[in-house]
């Protein structure tokens, strides 16, 4: 699609060239197209867009629609592609190439079919409509607004009241109604305060003040000494399964020293008492490397709570050769 610009370039720009500069503006809008269509190039076409705009503001001409069209359908702005082509075929008319004239319909439809046409009503007069951050006009609209296909944002404005806002998903040909009630300013927004409690099914009580802070109260996650609890007994009955492996890899490996010493022992049975020892060894070294590890964290958990916390105030961490714990209350 961007080769398609290059014509209405050459023809556009050698039109404004040859055109006196007078106080109408030709001058700027041979130079907003010209920076236009480097942006084109360039992959940028949002920049692209605004350079042609001011193009046709600054001198109309309907050979620089064809431009605006091309550049809204990159940015998939079907409604903006879908005008702009308008306005291109029928300022032409006559003077646009067959050739020409038969591709832009084609654009033309494939734009028409992503389209949607949103009613808009708002409950009072003079307010400002705006979709996804443009302003549209003013209430009231007495004509569908063309959007694009997709998700769009709608908001109404005016001074006095509180604003209004609807989020639609429309699809090519909706014609979907948007109805928006503005409201007088009352009092002023009260602020959200996060409140730590305990769990409770009831609903926050809003206060009819103006101003009034809306309490919403907050569930608590586990605290630290919790988790340190947690890792404690975990750590503990991890030492107490590397040393029962450890024990068993010892037994084993008494059984394997005695095939060795014995006469008439097959090489199968020496072979798997072997194998039964190493499997316990290694068994016993994973689970003391575990053991190890959540002992460290265990003693960094601990030594990093809050010094506010019930943990640190009831409880306190006990270490030993056979257990790691917490003795207290959590």
Do not use: C
């Not at 920076?35 to 076409?45: H, I, P």
């Not at 605006?68 to 308008?86: H, I, M, N, P, V």
């Not at 009072?124 to 705006?130: E, L, P, Q, S």
């Not at 090519?172 to 305990?198: F, I, K, M």
């Amino acid at each position: 699609m961007r080769t398609r610009l290059l014509g209405p370039m050459v023809v556009v720009t050698a039109m404004l060239a040859a055109a006196p500069v007078h106080a109408d503006g030709t001058e700027d809008a041979r130079t907003h197209f010209t920076r236009g269509v480097e942006l084109y190039k360039e992959s940028d076409f949002r920049a692209a867009l605004i350079e042609f705009q001011r193009a046709y503001d600054a001198a109309p001409n309907f050979k620089v629609l064809y431009n605006l069209g091309q550049t809204s359908l990159e940015l998939q702005d079907y409604a903006g592609a879908l005008k702009a082509f308008r306005g291109y075929l029928d300022g032409g008319g006559s003077q646009i190439p067959a050739a020409r004239k038969s591709q832009v319909e084609a654009d033309l439809k494939k734009a028409e079919s992503r389209v949607a046409r949103v009613e808009i009503t708002v409950n009072v007069d003079g307010a400002d409509v705006a979709i996804d951050d443009l302003t549209i006009g003013h209430s009231p609209l007495h004509e569908p607004v063309l959007v694009s296909a997709g998700r769009r944002k709608i908001v109404a404005t005016k001074a006095g009241l509180n604003p209004v806002m609807r989020v639609i998903d429309v699809a090519g040909g909706d014609r979907p109604h948007v109805s928006l009630d503005l409201v007088e300013q009352t009092q002023a927004t009260p602020p959200v305060v996060v409140v730590q409690g305990a769990t409770t099914t009831e609903q926050p009580q809003v206060q009819n003040q103006v101003g009034a802070p809306v309490v919403v109260r907050a569930t608590p996650g586990p605290s630290q000494g919790f988790y340190v609890g947690v890792m404690a007994y975990a750590t503990g009955a991890l030492v107490l399964g590397w040393g029962v492996l450890g024990g068993v890899a010892l037994a084993s490996y008494g059984d394997y020293n005695t095939k060795l010493s014995q006469v008439g022992v097959q090489a199968s049975d020496i072979n798997g008492a072997r194998n039964q020892t190493r499997a316990f060894a290694e068994a016993s070294d994973i689970v003391g490397s575990v053991a190890v590890a959540a002992a460290i964290t265990t003693v960094i958990l601990a030594l990093t709570a809050p010094s506010k916390h019930p943990a640190h105030e009831h409880a306190h961490l006990f270490i030993s050769p056979f257990a790691i714990g917490i003795r207290g209350e959590l």
